[in-house]
């Protein structure tokens, strides 16, 4: 194993040495194998290349000061991946294989997973694909699901330093009743045009609207949005925001730290009154927001004006960050501590 320098970890792909498999053939899953090759053999009309049935899941393992090693609310990584498979008709993964295949992944990777006290964590990606063969747009009957992991730095280089955002109206990421509230590389793929063009132009990511009005904020490029005012935690709803785990996380905690917590559309209008904004997701946890800038009508947003992330968003991410490590008691049972 190379000397890794932790503290200076980037967001991305790391090679680590096993990762582990399991196909979904004559309408069963198989057993887990595992695997030292970076590679998979796809049949050429294979759905996942020609229709898209394929769908992610993003997830972190902590080592604690303790040196013991932490999962955070995987069951709710579990069940969100199931949804995304009902929205694009693939094959469910249960609890009982999705957590095996992570604890395997995690546990014969143990080496990678980052030492306590650096910012690092070890970052789970478990990824379901189409295998079987259609040319005509059906689905597929055969499915692979496989668990990879690496470690990782902050995702945005700022890291826990406020960063800006462009608002795009010319550009959707996803449809009303479309697959914006499931994971899927789709989404992905539509939001790269916005956000290579926002990071050439000097942001760290996009802030998109939903796609009928153009009126409210949906997501922050990569992760939800959220604001604070005053005593409020606002959060959007609507139909084409992936839910995240995160956010659901943060707003129990400013629920619990006597915040009001509104999920409700948020139009652009209202980013005027907020004492506070940010982007929050399992790679980031919370990136604080000092500017963003409408790239149509240039109106600018400023936030953040000491260059420090406001002080509600830093409660909440450090009260997060210290149940994800262990350092503080976890009353809602989100943690597993692995053996």
Known sequence: MQNINWEKLPFGYFKTDYNVRC???DGKWGEMEVSSSEYINIHMAATSLHYGQEAFEGMKAYRGKDNKIRLFRWNDNASRMRDSSKGILMAEVPDDLFYKMVVNAVKLNEKYVPPYGHGAALYIRPLLI???????VNPAKEYLFM???GPVGPYFKEGFNPVTMQIVKDIDRAAPQGTGHIKVGGNYA???RATERAKAEGYAAVLFLEAKEKRYIDEAGPANFFAIK???YI???SDSILPSITNRSLMQLAKDMGLEVERRPVAVE???TFDEVGACGTAAIISPIKKIVDRESGKTYEFCKDGKAGPVSEKLYRKLQDIQYGEEKDPYNWVTVLD
């Open 270 to 272: 209202e980013l005027e």
């Open 23 to 25: 196909y979904y053939r």
């Open 130 to 136: 189409g295998t079987g063969v259609q040319v005509g």
């Open 230 to 232: 005053g005593n409020k």
């Open 147 to 149: 668990v990879f992991v």
């Open 190 to 192: 539509g939001s790269l």
């Open 235 to 237: 959060t959007p709803k």
